[in-house]
């Protein structure tokens, strides 16, 4: 993949062979009766219990890490009331196809005099909030990283390298500034070739985001406030800010917002239901939005992207908080995984899915929209799209200059019909698909759609 850079001679982004999504206005232009529509996860149900006697209600900051062909996951298990307190540890569990998965007994450490469980650390300073990561930097002498750690501790980094014994990277922490009480989240960004961390700090009252990196992973420089353009402020518990595996070059933030004095539960129907008088009067639901460097955040969808379902239980305080990471699971779909039911006794971890690239799309209805791009200059010899279209519906794609001019050869009606449901069509002209003779020149691209969705293109 490459990385995002600025073309000096035709004043264009240049995106290269990088998929492109439409989680944000980055490269449009102009919409005229298209739009940008999110898209609702779907439901798979629970993937696991959060049963254990050292897991419990109060089960939070989860990462889920796809290695080759082992599913990992990392949680704080906490089955007291009170958070921070010594009872935090960091639980773990595996799958080998996301879908179905199982607690190994470790036999690391002793819980209530036997060995025979999934916990990989216990340590105060650490399990409040540890959260890990695959480490793809090419120089990278260990293959896990992670960062933990409170506001009175700082945070420690921490290295393995099977993901599950961890060892502190330096006895001293590594960043001491922020809040620091939520899941600070880490990784190597091959786009801006350096280590981030996203964590938590406060903005004018509201739980919000700074961001530091780093070139080795413990000398970290001083943190950034995140800003987020036009969008108002709102309590960002979690952010889980990551690269997207499809196209590393976009951070996405699948996070929990929370809405305080927001109470749906009453007080007689939490005494009903056994929620501590600390955890119900307010409400949280799971926000997307996204980042492609610096300090900035594009909020282009407000709504939210996973609503609490029916039943009281999803209307309490910090449940539908995501986990780290979004994780392919099929040939054609990703998984999201989000705690729910926090500080109940069926705490658990829920699966939902949608289409490979499917968080959003460009689309238009029945009556037709279309799309302009700014000027971009890309890399390769074929244009590929991941749509989907009714059988009414049809997709036409149009190569300009940088002026907007038709280029001979790539008109719309030079364009073969683009209809059906799939994840990579290459487009053709004049039953043709090569796009070489533009490659590394700049151009736009405008899109005529009919109750049609596309959710991603690249060249290559």
């Known amino acids: 993949m490459t990385g995002y850079g600025f073309d000096s001679h035709s004043q264009s982004e240049y995106i290269g062979n990088n998929r492109e999504l439409f989680v944000d206005d980055f490269l449009i232009d102009r919409l005229d009766g298209a739009t940008l529509e999110m898209h609702a996860p779907k439901d798979e149900g629970i993937a696991f219990t959060l049963d254990n006697p050292w897991e419990g209600k109060f089960s939070l900051y989860s990462t889920i890490i796809k290695d080759d062909s082992i599913y990992r996951v990392y949680y704080r298990g906490l089955p007291d009331v009170k958070e921070g307190n010594d009872r935090e540890l960091t639980c773990y569990a595996e799958s080998k196809d996301g879908i179905n998965w199982y607690k190994p007994s470790l036999g690391i450490h002793e819980i209530n005099g036997s060995k025979d469980n999934n916990v990989i650390l216990i340590d105060k300073d650490l399990t409040h909030n540890f959260s890990p990561f695959l480490d793809t930097n090419p120089n990278a002498k260990e293959k896990y990283k992670a960062l933990a750690g409170k506001k009175a501790t700082g945070l420690y980094a921490l290295t393995s390298e099977d993901g599950i014994h961890w060892v502190k990277a330096k006895n001293q922490p590594v960043l001491n500034e922020g809040n620091l009480d939520s899941q600070n989240v880490s990784f190597w960004s091959a786009s801006e070739n350096k280590y981030l961390v996203y964590f938590r700090t406060s903005d004018s009252g509201f739980r919000s985001v700074s961001r530091a990196s780093s070139l080795d992973f413990t000398n970290w420089d001083e943190g950034v406030e995140m800003k987020y353009g036009a969008a108002p402020l709102e309590h960002l518990y979690t952010q889980q800010t990551s690269p997207y595996f499809r196209a590393p070059q976009i951070?996405?933030?699948?996070?929990?917002?929370?809405?305080?004095?927001?109470?749906?539960?009453?007080?007689?129907?939490?005494?009903?239901?056994?929620?501590?008088?600390?955890?119900?009067?307010?409400?949280?639901?799971?926000?997307?939005?996204?980042?492609?460097?610096?300090?900035?955040?594009?909020?282009?969808?407000?709504?939210?992207?996973?609503?609490?379902?029916?039943?009281?239980?999803?209307?309490?305080?910090?449940?539908?908080?995501?986990?780290?990471?979004?994780?392919?699971?099929?040939?054609?779909?990703?998984?999201?995984?989000?705690?729910?039911?926090?500080?109940?006794?069926?705490?658990?971890?829920?699966?939902?899915?949608?289409?490979?690239?499917?968080?959003?799309?460009?689309?238009?209805?029945?009556?037709?929209?279309?799309?302009?791009?700014?000027?971009?200059?890309?890399?390769?010899?074929?244009?590929?799209?991941?749509?989907?279209?009714?059988?009414?519906?049809?997709?036409?794609?149009?190569?300009?200059?940088?002026?907007?001019?038709?280029?001979?050869?790539?008109?719309?009606?030079?364009?073969?019909?683009?209809i059906g449901n799939e994840l990579a069509r290459n487009v053709y002209w004049n039953k043709n698909t090569d796009v070489s003779k533009l490659s590394g020149k700049a151009v736009r691209m405008k899109i005529y759609l009919k109750d049609a969705n596309i959710y991603s293109f690249r060249f290559h």
């Open 251 to 418: 951070y996405l933030a699948i996070g929990g917002r929370f809405m305080p004095n927001k109470q749906v539960v009453t007080d007689e129907q939490a005494a009903q239901m056994g929620i501590d008088p600390n955890y119900y009067k307010a409400c949280s639901d799971a926000f997307l939005m996204s980042s492609r460097g610096g300090a900035v955040y594009n909020r282009y969808f407000m709504e939210s992207f996973i609503r609490p379902a029916m039943g009281l239980s999803n209307w309490v305080s910090r449940t539908n908080y995501p986990a780290l990471n979004v994780v392919q699971t099929s040939e054609y779909e990703m998984s999201i995984y989000v705690n729910q039911d926090y500080a109940q006794s069926t705490a658990h971890m829920r699966r939902y899915s949608m289409r490979l690239d499917g968080f959003s799309s460009l689309t238009a209805g029945y009556g037709g929209g279309e799309m302009i791009t700014k000027p971009f200059v890309f890399d390769g010899k074929a244009l590929e799209l991941n749509f989907s279209t009714s059988a009414a519906g049809e997709v036409f794609v149009e190569l300009l200059d940088e002026k907007g001019n038709k280029i001979p050869g790539f008109s719309k009606e030079e364009c073969q019909t683009i």
